[in-house]
C-alpha cells in the first residue's frame, strides 16, 4: 500500500515521511484489519471497500509522525491511528449518501453499489469500532478529544449542509465549516499523537494547531483542484463541488469582487442550479479572473507562515513536518 | 415529563419506578438539554425533536435504577444514562431513515420533516456527544462496554437488513439480531449503571445479563404488539412490520408449524411483497392458529425466569426489578 502519496511534485519528502511512517504504519494497516473482520460477510465487505480503495492514510500516518516527533510508536499510537482511519472512512460513507455522489476515489461508492442503508450503517459500524480502539489506549485526555473532534465535524457537516447553497457565505463561515469537516481531524491526529508519545499539553495544543492549518491548507488545494486540475488519476472528476452547487474558498472570493454580469452567472449555476454546457469553463474562467484562486492561494501561504511558527520548538522532524505543508498546497500545481 | 409509563397494567409498579428514579432522571433531562444546545439550530431543533417526542426515556431509567441498586446516582451516572438516552436517539434516526418511517411515535419522523441528510446527519452528531458524555463518567471500563454496545448494535441492524426478508431466518438467528438491535443496550445500561455506583464485575455482569433478557422481553413484546395491539395512542400503527416485510419472532415460529397454503400466504405476503387489503389480518390470523403469539410469550415467560434468577443475590430494588419484567411481558394484554 501507498502511503502518503500525495503527488509527485516533491518525491524527496513522500519518500522520507513514507520511511519515516512505514514500521508504524504496518502496524495500523494489521490492525484495521483485525477490526475489519466481522462475523457478517457485508459489514466487512462494504468497509473493506472504502477502506482500500487507494486513499493515501494521511491522518492516521500524521499520527504515527506526531508520536516519532515526541516518542516512539507505541500500542497507543496504533490504535489511535486505526481510529482516526475509521473514523474517517465512516463520514465518508456518510459524506457519499449525503451528496448522492456515485463514485469515491475513481471507484463506484459504496452507497451506489450496496444502497444508503448498507452505506448508513457500515459507517456507524465504523465510527464504534473506532470509539472501541480509542478506548485500547487507556488514555480519557485523548478519548475527550477524539469524541469532541467527532462532535465538530458532524455539526461542520450540518452546517455546511444549511450554508454552503447561499451566496451569503462568508469567507469567515467558509474557513469555519472546512475548519470543522477537515482540519479538526487534522488538528487532534496531530495532538493526539503527540500526547500519547509523552508530548506536554502545550507541545500537543501546538501539534493541534499545526494539524489544523494543515488541514485548512489541503482543502483549500483540494477546492481549487476541483476547478483547476487536469489529473483524473486522483479519482476525482473535476468539477464535482461545481455540479453540486457547493460553494466553496475560490468561489466566495471570486463572489466578493465579480462584477453584476458574474454574479448573475453564479446565481443561476449555484442557486436555481441551472447549468449548461461550457458554464463550469466560463465560471472557472470567471473565478480566475476575480482572483478567487489567488486569493485562496495567499491565504493557504499565511496559513503555512502560522503553522511553521507552532513547531518551531520541535526538535525532530521539523523538515518534514515542514515539508508536509508545502507538498500539501503545491499538489494543484 | 412522565417517565417509564410503559402502560397502565399494573400502576404500582410504574408509580415506584418512577418516583425512585425522578431525581436522578431530573438530573438526567437537564444533562440532555446542556448537550443538545447548538451553535448551529438545526442539529438542536431535530436533535430535540426526536428526544422529547414522547419516548419512555426506558434506558437511561435503567441506569439510574442500577445505579440506585448498587449505591448512589452520582454524576457519573446522569452522564452515562445521558449518553444511552443519546446512542438510542441516533439509531432511531437512522433508523427512520432506512426504514423509510414516515412516523415516529405519532409525529412525523426528522427524516420526513427535515430530509434523509439532515437525520443522517444529527445521529452522526448525537452518537459523538454520547462518546463525549461517556468520557465525563472518567471510567475506560463503561467506556469499552458502551462502544463495543455501539458496534453489537449497527452489526445486529445490518444482519436485519440482510437476513430479516428471508424466510430462512431461524429463531436463533432472530433472537441474535433481537438481542444485538434491542437487548444489548438494555444491557449495557444496567451493567455500566451499577458498575459505577460500585457494583463488582460479576454483580455487573448479572445486571446485564438481567438487562439483556428484559430487553428481549422489550422486543418480543413489541413484536407481537404490532400484530395484536388496539392501542394506537402509543404512536404506532399496528402492522408496521407486516407492511415493511419485516420478519419477526411470531411469524418465524408460525411458519415453522405452518401448513402448505399459510406459507404461501407468507411468502407472496413478505417475500414478494405482494399485499393486497385483508392480508394483514390473514396473517395474523394464520400467527395465531399456529401458535405464533403464543410460542412467543412462553419464550418470554422463560426469559423472566431467566432474569430472575441473576438478580436473586441483590439485596436492594429487588420487587421492582422483578416487577419490571413482568410490566414489559404484559403492556400488550
Redesign the interface.
Known amino acids: 500500500m501507498t502511503h502518503l502519496a500525495l503527488q509527485e511534485n516533491n518525491p524527496d519528502i513522500n519518500d522520507q515521511l513514507q520511511l519515516l511512517v512505514a514500521d508504524g504504519m504496518s502496524q495500523v494497516d494489521r490492525l484495521i484489519d483485525e477490526y475489519l473482520k ?3 460477510p ?2 466487512e465487505q462494504i468497509a473493506k471497500h472504502i477502506i482500500y480503495s487507494g486513499g493515501k492514510r494521511l491522518r492516521p500516518s500524521l499520527v504515527v509522525l506526531a508520536s516519532l516527533t515526541y516518542g516512539d510508536v507505541s500500542a497507543a499510537t496504533v490504535a489511535l491511528a486505526a481510529a482516526v482511519e475509521f473514523i474517517h472512512t465512516a ?1 465518508l460513507l ?1 459524506d457519499d ?2 451528496d448522492e455522489s456515485d463514485m469515491r476515489r475513481g471507484k463506484n461508492s459504496a452507497h451506489k453499489i450496496w444502497g ?3 452505506a ?6 465504523l ?3 473506532a ?2 480502539l ?2 485500547k489506549t ?1 488514555n ?1 485526555h485523548v ?2 478529544i477524539l ?2 473532534t ?2 465538530i ?3 461542520g ?3 455546511q ?2 450554508e454552503s447553497h447561499s451566496l451569503d457565505l462568508t469567507v469567515e463561515s467558509c474557513l469555519e465549516i472546512m475548519g470543522a469537516k477537515t482540519s479538526a481531524l487534522f488538528g487532534a491526529a496531530c495532538q493526539a499523537g503527540s500526547l500519547v508519545a509523552g508530548a506536554s499539553i502545550e507541545q500537543a495544543q501546538s501539534m493541534y494547531t499545526y494539524g489544523y492549518n494543515l488541514g485548512l491548507i489541503f482543502q483549500i488545494s483540494d477546492d481549487i483542484l476541483d476547478y483547476c486540475s487536469q489529473d483524473t488519476s486522483r479519482g476525482k472528476v473535476p468539477g464535482d463541488d461545481f455540479r453540486e452547487g457547493k460553494i466553496t474558498l475560490p468561489l466566495v472570493y471570486a463572489y466578493r469582487d465579480a462584477s453584476d454580469d458574474d454574479r448573475e452567472l453564479i446565481h443561476r449555476t449555484f442557486v436555481e442550479s441551472d447549468q449548461c454546457a461550457g458554464d463550469f469553463e466560463a465560471v472557472r474562467t470567471m473565478i480566475n479572473r476575480n482572483q478567487g484562486f489567488e486569493t485562496s492561494r495567499q491565504l493557504a501561504e499565511n496559513l503555512i507562515v502560522l503553522a511553521k511558527q507552532e513547531i518551531r520548538l520541535v526538535d525532530r522532524n521539523k523538515d518534514l513536518l515542514v515539508g508536509l505543508l508545502d507538498e500539501c498546497l503545491n499538489r494543484y500545481k
Chains 1, 2 share one sequence.
Open positions: 466481522s462475523d457478517i457485508l459489514i463520514t456518510h449518501v449525503i444508503n442503508t448498507a448508513i450503517l457500515v459507517g456507524d459500524y465510527f464504534a469500532r470509539f472501541e480509542m478506548v487507556g480519557l478519548l475527550d469524541s469532541k467527532s462532535a465535524i458532524t455539526a457537516e450540518v452546517r449542509l444549511v
